[in-house]
């Protein structure tokens, strides 16, 4: 479309005047009339990503976002007071593991060094699930480490810092994260305590995106992966600001990790993904054991984190753009004649529309 080569600015502007049209007609016109059929087809065939650009950015870059954030954050708790799911501690010789279920399907995290009784807060959400588990741990907070600025991932920075006056909170300056004091590039390293824990950039779903890699050498345990959003159990996340070049080099990033590598996700998506999962590759045997898990996980309403890096290659599709069974799953290329082959940045968007397609059902 001719908008996308303009200024951002340029965007505003059309995105504003769009929007005051739109409420103009829908004000004026009466119900099912030709002019509201007329906007509906207009929004359903030109604007739907121009407005959906205005909505994030006002999420990301005004009050707005944070408002919403605050609304999610009483609903969530008022229809899950002790948290969506019911989660266990990972504990590796002096080194605990804590999942954190906060708003209606995001995890935080606390890593702890038992022996030191240091804490380490990931993507505090809610600081006043966080701060509970921190004083039934009886811990002290030195540091938050922020995947990326959606509130939903960082909304709890301000809260926690200011009851922790010694609290660092890190996380990438390209993503403008709230509260931020120590900004971290990529394959830099925090230490506290025993735990190491490596920053890699993994850009895509934000331009700062962030995972974090506790290393699992000094405890002689596996490495654990706190991966935000850019993956999931058997998915990864949307690519807001980037395209799906970047998306697939982030994930890639990650698959050099190795196999035994604990995987700690952002979110509680895992049943709904290894569904799709079963559309792509139906005949997957790894995808069908894991999904009968997980089902019964989720019977129980206990969580399905973590899996391994390993479990991961074997079903979810998203980190198995370079397999040949996955492209043949799909079917014809992108080609007009339908005879060239997907690329791998291809393949991922075309999983990412399918995917979509599949929750709309």
């Known amino acids: 479309m001719a908008w996308q ?6 965007q505003w502007v059309a995105g504003c005047w769009l929007l005051l049209v739109i409420v ?14 007329g906007l509906r087809g207009l929004l359903m065939a030109h604007s739907q990503r121009l407005l959906f650009r205005i909505g994030y950015s006002l999420y990301t870059r005004t009050w707005l976002g944070y408002l919403f954030y605050r609304q999610q954050l009483r609903r969530a708790r008022n229809r899950y007071p002790k948290g969506h799911s019911k989660t266990q501690p990972r504990l590796f010789n002096g080194v605990k593991v804590l999942p954190i279920p906060v708003l209606s399907d995001n995890y935080s995290y606390l890593i702890i060094d038992t022996q030191a009784q240091l804490a380490v807060a990931v993507d505090p959400s809610d600081p006043r699930a966080v701060q509970a588990s921190i004083e039934k741990e009886g811990v002290t907070l030195v540091a938050i480490l922020c995947t990326h600025k959606h509130w939903d991932h960082s909304g709890g920075n301000r809260d926690l810092s200011r009851r922790h006056r010694d609290c660092r909170v890190y996380g990438s300056p390209q993503d403008s994260i709230p509260y931020l004091t120590h900004p971290l590039c990529h394959q830099d390293v925090v230490s506290v305590g025993r735990l190491q824990i490596r920053a890699l950039a993994t850009p895509g779903h934000t331009q700062g995106h ?11 345990g596996p490495s654990c992966l706190f991966s935000g959003d850019l993956l999931f159990l058997s998915g990864c996340g949307r690519t807001f600001e980037g395209n799906a070049e970047t998306m697939l080099s982030s994930l890639d990033t990650v698959l050099g990790l190795g196999d035994d590598t604990l995987l700690w996700p952002g979110h509680e998506y895992a049943e709904e993904n290894l569904g799709f999962a079963g559309v792509v590759e139906p005949e997957n045997l790894a995808r069908e054991r894991k999904m009968q898990w997980v089902q019964r996980q989720r019977l129980e309403r206990k969580g399905t984190c973590p899996s391994t890096l390993g479990e991961e290659r074997s079903y979810n599709p998203f980190l198995r753009t370079h397999c040949l069974a996955l492209q043949e799953a799909l079917g014809p290329g992108p080609g007009p004649t339908g005879d060239d082959d997907y690329s791998r940045a291809q393949l991922l968007e075309e999983l990412r529309r399918l995917k979509d397609m599949h929750k709309s059902k």
Do not use: F, I, M
């Open 5 to 10: 080569g303009w200024p951002a600015a340029w």
């Open 210 to 220: 962030l995972v974090y890699l506790l290393d699992g050498e000094p405890y002689k």
């Open 24 to 37: 103009l007609v829908l004000l004026v016109s009466p119900r099912g009339c030709r002019a509201r059929r």
